[in-house]
C-alpha cells in the first residue's frame, strides 16, 4: 500500500543560504513546509556577559563582532547610549563623521544583502556586481579606520580620529557614481522578470503582524508602516538632513529587497549633504572625557535605525567603570520571530527566498 | 585540403592498413575504432575547456579575470583541475547503495557519448549516418534522467532526494516540447537522417521558417540539460547540489563533465536542425564546412552560459507551468501551423 509521509530536513546550519549558521528543522510534505523550526545559537559568544568585565571603551569592539556587515552602526547604538548615560556632548564633526561613516556601513550591508537575496534566488552574477562596489565602500572604511569589517571607529565621546587627507572627496566621488549602479542593479536583478516571479507574493507580511511582532527595519517598511527612527526620534543629527523612508506596500519578499535598494538611495543622499555640511565644520572630533570612565548609576536605553532594523542596547551603571550590564535589542533576533508562520505552505525554494528577505546576520541572531 | 581534412584522415589510414595486407574487415573496425577514440578524445577534451570556457564567460560578466594562473591564460586550468580531482578520495556515504552509487557516475557518460555517433560534425563526417538519427538521438538523451535520478536515490540523502526527484519531473516534463518543437522541422524535411535535414537548409535555415520552434526546442534543451534557469536539479542555494550532494572527487568530476558534454549535444543539435548544421552561410565556403559547424555551436554555447551567469533560478512550480502550459501548447500549435502552411505551399504548387 503506497502512502505519503512528512519527513523532516535538516536546513543547516551547514547549508550555503542560511547566511552562516542558521538551522531551520523543516517538516515537509513533499516540497512543501509544514512547519519549520528556526534554531540559533551556534554563533553564540556571550557578547553581553564578557560585557560586564570589560570597561566602557572596551565594549566596543565586542559590538563590532555583532552586526559585522554594519559595525558602525552597532559602535554608534552603544556610544549613544553610554553618553546619553554620562550626559557627554559629542562635537559636531565627530557627529558628521560618525553619520558618514555610519550611513556607509549601512551602504555596505545593504549591497551585501541586495546581492546576497540575488544569490539565493540563483543570480550568481548579481551577487558579485553588488560586492563591486561594496568593495570600493570596504576601501574607503578602511582607509578611515583602519579596517574593513570590525570599525571599532566609534568612542565614547567622539570618533577615533578625523578623516584621512583627501578621504571625504573620495567618498564624494563614490556617491555620485553610486545612483548609476544602483540603476544597474535594478536592470540586472529587481526587473528581472524571474526574479519578480518569485519573489512577488511570496512571504507577505501584514502591517499587523509586523507592528505585533516586534519587527523592524526594512521588513516592517516594506509591510508599508513607516517607522524610521532616523525620521521619528531623529538621534545624533539625523534632523538636519532631507531624506526619504521608502516603504513598500504589499509586504512581500521583493518588497523586503526593493526597500533595500531604494534605502541605499537615500543613505547616498545623506551621505552626500553630510559631505557638504562638514566643509564648514572644524574643530575637534573627540569630547573632553575622563581617563576612566565611570557613569553614574542608573540605567539608559538606547536604539538607532541600523542597518537590519532597531539596535537598542540597554546599559546599566553601577557607578564603576565597567557596565553592570549590558543588554542589546538585535533586529536580526527579532525579525526572525516570525519566521515559522511565514514559511508555512510554501516550498523550500521559498525557504531561501524568505530567509533572505529578512537579511539576518549570524552574529547578530546570536550575539 | 582543410575541408577534407578528417575524411583524408581517414582515407590515409585505410590506405596505409589496406597496404598490409590484413582483412578489409580489420582494417575497417580499425578505422571506426581511431573514430571512437578520436570522438571520445574530444568530448573530453572538449568538455574540460568548456568548462574553463564557462569559468572566464562567468568571470567577464562578474567584472574579474577568472583563471589565469595556470599555463598561458590558464588555458591548463581544466588539466589541473582533472587531476586533482582523481587523486581525491570517492567518499561513500554510510547508508548509500553502494553499487547503484558508484555505477551512476559512470553511466551518466554512457548516452552523452552515444549520441555523438550520429552528430555530423561536418560534410561527410558523422561517424553514422542513420536513417533515423533524429530518433536515435532523442531516445538515447533522455536516458540521462535515470542515472541522475540513480545517482540521488543511491546517496541516500534527503537533499540528493528532492534533487533526483526534481530530475525526474523536469527532464520528463521538458523532453516533450522539445521534442514537439523539433517535429515542425521533421515535417517540412519529411525525414529523420541528420544529413537529408542540413541538405534541406542549404539555401533558408530552419531558425527562419520555424523561429518559434527554435526557441521552444533551445528553452527545452536548456531545461533538459539542468541549465539556469532551470537549474533547479542542483539548485546550490536551496538543495546544495541535487543528486550530486554526496558524490566526490572524479565521481562527482563525472557528472560536471557529462553536463558539459550535454551542452554540447543540445547546441550541437539546435546547430543541425536550426541554423543549417555545416552550411556556411553568405556563400563563405573557402572556410571548411566542419569549421562552420564548430562555430555555430560554440556560439549557441556561448548564449547558453551568458543564460546561466544572468538569470536568477525558476521556481519548481514554475517551472512545471511554464512547461506544461506555455510551451507544450506553443509547440503544438506551431505543429498545426507548420502543417497548415506546407497544406496551403503544396496547394500554390511552390
Not at chain 1, 534566488?121 to 553588488?130: D, P, R, Y
Not at chain 1, 527579532?334 to 524568505?354: F, K, P, Q, S, T
Not at chain 2, 561527410?124 to 534522467?145: E, H, K, Q, R
Request: proline share 5%.
Amino acid at each position: 500500500m503506497l502512502r505519503t509521509q512528512e519527513y523532516f530536513l535538516n536546513f543547516g546550519p551547514q547549508h550555503p543560504s542560511t547566511h552562516g549558521v542558521f538551522q531551520i528543522i523543516l517538516t515537509l510534505d513533499g516540497e512543501r513546509i509544514v512547519k519549520a523550526e528556526p534554531v540559533c545559537g551556534y554563533l553564540h559568544r556571550g557578547i553581553e556577559k564578557l560585557a560586564e568585565s570589560r570597561t566602557y571603551t572596551q565594549v566596543i569592539p565586542y559590538t563590532d563582532r555583532m552586526d559585522y556587515l554594519a559595525a558602525m552602526l552597532q559602535n554608534l547604538g552603544y556610544v549613544q547610549a553610554v553618553e546619553k548615560l554620562m550626559g557627554i556632548e559629542v562635537p559636531e564633526r565627530a557627529e558628521y563623521l560618525r553619520i558618514i561613516s555610519g550611513e556607509l556601513s549601512r551602504l555596505a550591508s545593504h549591497l551585501l544583502a541586495t546581492g546576497v537575496y540575488a544569490l539565493d534566488i540563483g543570480a550568481f552574477t548579481g551577487f558579485l556586481i553588488c560586492f563591486r562596489e561594496r568593495e570600493r565602500v570596504m576601501d574607503l572604511l578602511e582607509e578611515l579606520t583602519g579596517s574593513r569589517m570590525t570599525l571599532s571607529y566609534a568612542r565614547i565621546g567622539g570618533v577615533a580620529d578625523d578623516a584621512p587627507e583627501g578621504w571625504l572627496d573620495k567618498v564624494k566621488q563614490l556617491m555620485d557614481a553610486m545612483p548609476d549602479y544602483i540603476a544597474e542593479y535594478n536592470g540586472l536583478i529587481t526587473g528581472n522578470e524571474i526574479f519578480q516571479a518569485r519573489t512577488k507574493f511570496v512571504g507577505q507580511l501584514k502591517p499587523e503582524t509586523a507592528i505585533n511582532y516586534s519587527l523592524s527595519g526594512p521588513v516592517l517598511r516594506a509591510s508599508g508602516v513607516n517607522y524610521d527612527l532616523r525620521k521619528v526620534r531623529p538621534y545624533g543629527i539625523y534632523d538636519r538632513f532631507d531624506f526619504e523612508v521608502p516603504l513598500g506596500e504589499n509586504g512581500d519578499c521583493f518588497d523586503r529587497f526593493y526597500c533595500r535598494v531604494r534605502e541605499m538611495q537615500q543613505s547616498v543622499r545623506i551621505i552626500q549633504q553630510a559631505i557638504e555640511q562638514i566643509k564648514e565644520v572644524g574643530g575637534p572630533v573627540q569630547a573632553k572625557v575622563p581617563k576612566v570612565l565611570k557613569p553614574p548609576k542608573g540605567d539608559v536605553y538606547h536604539e538607532i535605525e541600523s542597518a537590519k532594523g532597531i539596535i537598542g542596547y540597554y546599559v546599566v551603571s553601577d557607578g564603576s567603570n565597567k557596565p553592570y550590564r549590558v543588554h542589546v535589542r538585535r533586529p536580526s533576533f527579532i525579525n526572525l520571530g516570525y519566521l515559522d508562520e511565514m514559511l508555512r505552505g510554501y516550498l523550500i525554494a521559498d525557504v531561501v527566498a524568505i530567509l533572505g528577505s529578512i537579511d539576518i546576520v549570524l552574529g547578530e541572531v546570536d550575539c | 585540403m582543410l575541408e577534407n581534412l578528417f575524411v583524408g584522415v581517414a582515407d590515409w589510414l585505410r590506405s596505409l592498413l589496406g597496404g598490409l595486407g590484413t582483412p578489409v574487415e580489420i582494417n575497417e573496425a580499425i578505422v571506426m575504432l581511431v573514430k571512437l577514440v578520436a570522438i571520445l578524445v574530444f568530448i573530453l577534451l572538449n568538455a574540460a575547456w568548456l568548462v574553463y570556457m564557462e569559468r572566464k564567460v562567468a568571470a567577464y560578466m562578474q567584472a574579474r579575470i577568472g583563471p589565469n594562473r595556470v599555463g598561458p591564460k590558464g588555458l591548463l586550468q581544466p588539466f589541473a583541475d582533472v587531476g586533482k580531482l582523481i587523486c581525491k578520495e570517492i567518499v561513500i556515504p554510510r547508508k548509500a547503495d553502494i553499487v547503484v552509487f558508484l555505477l551512476a557516475p559512470v553511466l551518466i557518460f554512457v548516452p552523452t557519448v552515444m549520441v555523438f555517433a550520429v552528430i555530423p560534425f561536418g560534410k561527410n563526417m558523422a561517424a553514422i549516418d542513420m536513417n533515423i538519427g533524429v530518433f536515435y538521438l532523442l531516445a538515447i538523451t533522455s536516458l540521462s534522467t535515470l542515472f541522475l535520478w540513480m545517482g540521488g536515490w543511491a546517496s541516500n540523502s534527503k537533499y540528493s532526494l528532492i534533487g533526483s526527484m526534481r530530475v525526474v519531473a523536469q527532464m520528463v516534463s521538458y523532453e516533450l516540447p522539445l521534442v514537439l518543437g523539433l517535429l515542425g522541422v521533421i515535417m517540412i524535411v519529411g525525414s529523420l537522417r541528420m544529413s537529408d535535414i542540413i541538405a534541406a537548409q542549404e539555401h533558408v535555415w530552419f531558425i527562419f521558417t520555424q523561429p518559434i520552434a527554435f526557441l521552444i526546442y533551445f528553452t527545452a534543451a536548456v531545461a533538459e540539460t539542468n541549465r539556469c534557469p532551470f537549474d533547479l536539479v542542483e539548485g546550490e542555494s536551496e538543495i546544495i547540489s541535487g543528486p550530486y550532494t554526496e558524490y566526490a572527487g572524479m565521481a562527482f568530476a563525472m557528472f560536471f563533465m557529462a553536463e558539459y558534454a550535454n551542452i554540447m549535444v543540445i547546441c550541437a543539435m539546435a546547430t543541425i536542425m536550426f541554423l543549417g548544421g555545416w552550411h556556411a552561410p553568405f556563400g563563405l565556403d573557402f572556410i571548411p564546412s566542419w569549421i562552420w559547424f564548430f562555430l555555430k555551436m560554440y556560439a549557441l554555447i556561448f548564449i547558453v552560459m551568458q543564460l546561466r551567469w544572468t538569470y536568477p533560478r525558476i521556481r519548481v512550480d514554475q517551472l512545471m507551468g511554464f512547461g506544461w502550459k506555455v510551451l507544450v501548447p506553443l509547440a503544438l500549435a506551431n505543429i498545426f501551423i507548420t502543417g497548415v502552411g506546407m497544406k496551403i505551399y503544396q496547394a500554390i504548387g511552390w
